[in-house]
């Protein structure tokens, strides 16, 4: 059951010190045209073509809580990840300070395929597009809205908020139900049009197998990407709070991931 929280999650991403300019006189692109120049950048780098290959260690913390707060469960794991040819590859090399057992190994073979079938790609592949998820699929979902202009680590990006289209996408897997019951705020590089930081909020309950199974009632997430190369960013960090029920019991996890250490792949 957590696994299939943490699944639905994926696709699903806190703003501090940065100005914004609230005004959309600032820039002559609409915000359609915006999120259609930000899906054609994904669909170039999933192409893979041109883009220079890296790799980077990845610090992963997982903690369930318990109805009072207090942690009952913590994993830290560390992967080896490598990004090449528009795809990512991440091997687990530790976990708890440990050497992964064979069921760490298999957990992570069978998120990674999740992640692939989430992504619209063989679940037997052994890379994901999981750098690159502003998909027309996925951008189909929502309403934007140009908030203004603002400056993200010397860069300029636009500040765009999204909400479900109404009415509701048609519904056909469990992503789709979350997916129509997210809402946020991205930032877009002005320049090379990649997503650059993202935060999403659940803003009503979303059931499991018509809530029998469990839901999840609370959803925090923030992802911000790294410039690591002309035209090549990354997922470098990223922060989750969410909070539901497995069958009759509540369960709350906080996730936090930090990428590390990136450099060109020899």
């Known amino acids: 059951m957590k696994a299939v929280l943490l699944r639905a999650i994926f696709f699903a991403f806190a703003l501090l010190g940065f100005g914004i300019v609230r005004t959309q006189a600032q820039s002559a692109l609409s915000a359609s045209e915006i999120m259609d120049k930000a899906v054609a950048r994904t669909s170039k780098v999933q192409d893979g073509k041109g883009l220079p290959a890296y790799t980077y260690t990845k610090v992963t913390l997982t ?75 996925l951008v189909g979902h929502f309403d934007f809205e140009l908030l203004g202009q603002t400056n993200m680590n010397g860069r300029t990006a636009f500040q765009m908020a999204f909400k479900p289209k109404n009415p509701d996408a048609p519904v056909h897997h469990l992503v789709d139900r979350l997916l129509n019951r997210i809402s946020g705020t991205l930032w ?39 410039r690591v190369a002309d035209g090549l960013w990354l997922n470098s960090s990223s922060s989750g709070d969410f909070e539901g029920r497995k069958l009759i019991d509540p369960m709350r996890i906080k996730t936090r991931s930090l990428a590390s250490n990136f450099r060109p792949l020899s």
Do not use: M, W
């Open 63 to 137: 903690e369930e809580l318990d109805a009072t707060g207090k942690i009952k469960d913590r994993k830290e794991k560390i992967y080896r990840v490598c990004f090449q040819n528009g795809l990512t590859r991440a091997r687990l090399v530790q976990v708890n300070g440990h050497a992964p057992a064979d069921g760490d190994v298999k957990a992570q073979a069978d998120n990674d395929g999740s992640v692939r079938h989430l992504t619209g790609q063989s679940k037997n592949g052994k890379s994901d597009n999981r750098e690159n998820f502003l998909t027309p699929e």
């Open 188 to 226: 877009i590089d002005a320049e090379e049009f990649e997503l650059a930081r993202a935060e999403v909020e659940l803003h009503s309950e979303v059931n499991l197998l018509g809530g029998v199974v469990g839901s999840l009632k609370k959803l925090a997430y923030t992802l911000t990407r790294t």
